[in-house]
């Protein structure tokens, strides 16, 4: 079956470490997106992609970075610099185009220390 | 800039009681609208969506919405809700090219009581 993987489910870091959170896809979907969700606070855009080697800031970027070199594959990290990191992480993909409904992955829970 | 809120943050319910969570959108443009479900722990899942054409939209789950351009709103509605319908429900708007453009309400927890 087609899907996003993220991986891993849960993550702890100590403060001052950057982390990597993963998500892979292969539902053949040109877009993908990282959202940050927060309790009582919806959903907000962190970066997105809508092709290979390519990729935008959204809302929240600050403290975090993203890389694109494939397709199915759309990296996310954590840095240091990034304030509150402790979130629930959420990988989404699209077909590019409007109006295109985003699927979800299961998300990765970052608690850091 | 769309906005999208969802006017109840929880949502108490009866099983097999009738259920509507609110949502408003703000748009002077042509919109489309979602509603996602979230069990815990888990991913976003896509229940219905609203495009164009009939403003009365069927999703999954025995779920539907109706889109309703003067008052800005998008209410999703069921006549009969389960246990396993207990979860939290998000509203999602957009109004420019591209997915990227989503807009997100903050969210209503459904809560079922047995």
């Known amino acids: 079956d087609g899907g996003i993987t993220q991986s891993p489910k849960y993550l702890f870091r100590k403060e001052g470490q950057n982390v990597t959170l993963s998500c892979e896809q292969n539902l053949n979907h040109d877009a993908m997106y990282w959202y940050r969700q927060d309790p009582g606070q919806g959903l907000r855009l962190i970066y997105y992609?809508?092709?290979?080697?390519?990729?935008q800031k959204g809302d929240i970027a600050e403290g975090y970075s993203v890389s694109r070199e494939k397709k199915e594959s759309f990296p996310l990290t954590v840095t240091s610099a990034q304030k509150n990191p402790t979130a629930f992480y959420l990988c989404a993909s699209s077909i590019v185009g409007e109006n295109s409904p985003l699927h979800f992955g299961n998300g990765t829970r970052l608690t850091v220390t | 800039a769309q906005s999208v809120t969802q006017l109840d943050s929880q949502v108490p319910v009866f099983e097999e009681a009738p259920v509507e969570l609110r949502c408003n959108y703000s748009?002077?443009?042509?919109?489309?609208l979602f509603w996602y479900v979230q069990y815990p722990n888990q991913g976003l899942q896509l229940l219905l969506k609203?495009?164009?054409?009939?403003?009365l939209v069927k999703g999954i789950n025995g779920f539907e919405a109706e889109f309703n351009k003067s008052q800005t709103s998008f209410h999703l509605r069921k006549p009969s809700v389960h246990i396993s319908d207990t979860a939290e429900y998000f509203c999602?708007?957009?109004?420019?090219?591209?997915?990227?453009?989503?807009?997100f309400g903050k969210g209503t927890k459904l809560s079922v009581i047995p």
């Open positions: 999602a708007g957009g109004a420019g090219a591209g997915s990227y453009q989503l807009t």
């Open positions: 609203y495009l164009s054409g009939s403003t």
């Open positions: 992609s809508q092709i290979v080697n390519d990729f």
């Open positions: 748009s002077s443009v042509s919109v489309y």
